[in-house]
């Protein structure tokens, strides 16, 4: 049960990606196009759709995890990939710029869906084996980042719209696929009422304190996420300055970061974690991001900058260790409570990030041309790095705890 279970959600999650993968490379041409062609307009009001999507996840996120412990993963997976499906069909017939932004709000609300997901992950899969899991759940969202661009990129070359239509028909045919084939995985008999006063980013918080050793794992995965998302805030600007990197060369870099991060979340993550057990794992992890992140920083050329990427996806071990650790802490009521509440950690790291490092990167490059290096972002990000290290350097030093019941 529990491998043809997970089965089933990875297909779902790896269709939930491909759809929001079909947009990414069309989405800002489209608000421009709303714009009346004004590029500058369009700009702006695609910083302001992207955070807006943030908050959305950031809000959102905990209420779906507690509505998956309360009424089971299965409808509230299936509800939001209807939601998804409509709200493409939306987001292809907006006439303005207001309808879009209605569309983009609704799907920032329906794609929290991946905490409960994680929580599915987490009630049919025994303890020991919750990080190689998650880890899995990492390659579908890395097939759903290289494979719906390049789709999305094909269809929005015929159509700007065409590709919202096909995510519209992926995110239907996952709801169609999950009614008749997804099966729940929370018996009734160990599921928890819903307390809006505990189902949202503040009562997270307080979930985080109740429970002992979490808080500790918690603040690691905040610095974690920030110091991740340095990489898609700074690439493209770094690596053109740096490098005089074209639009080709960019392109087949992130590539090769995709299939370096697939490979180890597929082959790597699962048996690291079975030889180091998830604390060495996470720690290794760390390690290894903070070097990768330094390469980043200092590299003289492009050659060992592109080393540093293999390097770097060896962080991989970090998120899924870290979750299966958190697993252990909370009961197996309470599980989707916790994916929502690391849910909408991740989604203020992805709205302070962007702004932290691209600013960073600005004085490096400008005011402060003399003091820093221009790597000076991925410098940062190494020192977070080290923090999350420190901070979770104690529980790695534990023996192994038993999952709570």
Not at 165 to 187: C, K, Q, T, V
Not at 309 to 335: D, Y
Not at 386 to 392: G, N
Request: aromatic share 12%; charged share 10%; net charge positive.
């Amino acid at each position: 049960m529990s491998r043809a279970a997970f089965a089933f959600v990875f297909i779902t999650v790896l269709l939930d990606m491909l759809a929001f993968g079909l947009v990414v490379p069309v989405f800002p041409g489209l608000i421009v196009r709303l714009e009346g062609g004004d590029a500058a307009a369009g700009a702006s009001a695609f910083g302001v759709f992207a955070a807006a999507w943030a908050v959305m996840q950031f809000f959102f996120q905990p209420v779906l995890g507690a509505l998956s412990d309360r009424f089971g993963r299965r409808p509230v997976i299936l509800l939001s990939n209807l939601g998804l499906g409509l709200d493409y069909i939306v987001m292809a017939l907006a006439p303005n710029l207001a309808w879009l932004f209605i569309g983009r709000l609704a799907s920032g609300i329906t794609s929290s869906s991946f905490s409960a997901a994680g929580a599915y992950i987490a009630d049919v899969t025994p303890p020991e084996k919750r990080a190689g899991r998650f880890a899995m759940l990492g390659v579908a969202f890395g097939v759903g980042f290289i494979v719906g661009p390049a789709v999305g990129g094909a269809l929005g070359a015929i159509d700007l719209r065409a590709p919202f239509w096909a995510a519209a028909a992926l995110s239907l045919a996952n709801f169609a696929y999950g009614f008749f084939i997804l099966p729940e995985s929370l018996p009734r008999e160990r599921r928890a009422a819903f307390q809006f006063q505990t189902a949202n980013p503040i009562g997270a918080l307080h979930f985080v304190r109740a429970h002992p050793g979490l808080s500790t794992l918690a603040l690691a995965a905040f610095f974690a996420y920030v110091a991740h998302d340095s990489l898609p805030a700074t690439f493209v600007l770094y690596t053109q300055y740096r490098f005089a990197w074209d639009e080709r060369a960019v392109g087949l870099a992130l590539a090769l970061v995709g299939v370096s991060s697939m490979v180890v979340q597929g082959l790597v993550v699962g048996r690291a974690v079975a030889r180091l057990g998830e604390r060495g794992a996470l720690v290794v992890g760390l390690v290894v991001g903070i070097s990768a992140q330094l390469i980043f920083a200092l590299a003289p050329n492009t050659s060992l900058f592109l080393v540093g990427i293999p390097v770097w996806s060896f962080f991989g071990l970090v998120s899924p260790s870290l979750m299966g650790l958190a697993t252990r802490h909370v009961a197996a009521t309470e599980q989707g409570r916790l994916q929502g509440t690391f849910g909408s950690l991740h989604a203020v790291a992805a709205v302070i990030a962007p702004l932290l490092f691209t600013q960073t990167f600005a004085l490096a490059v400008a005011d402060l041309r003399a003091y820093l290096l221009p790597g000076a972002a991925f410098l940062f990000s190494a020192v977070l790095l080290a923090a999350s290290l420190a901070t979770v350097w104690r529980v790695a030093l534990r023996r192994a705890e038993p999952a709570i019941a």
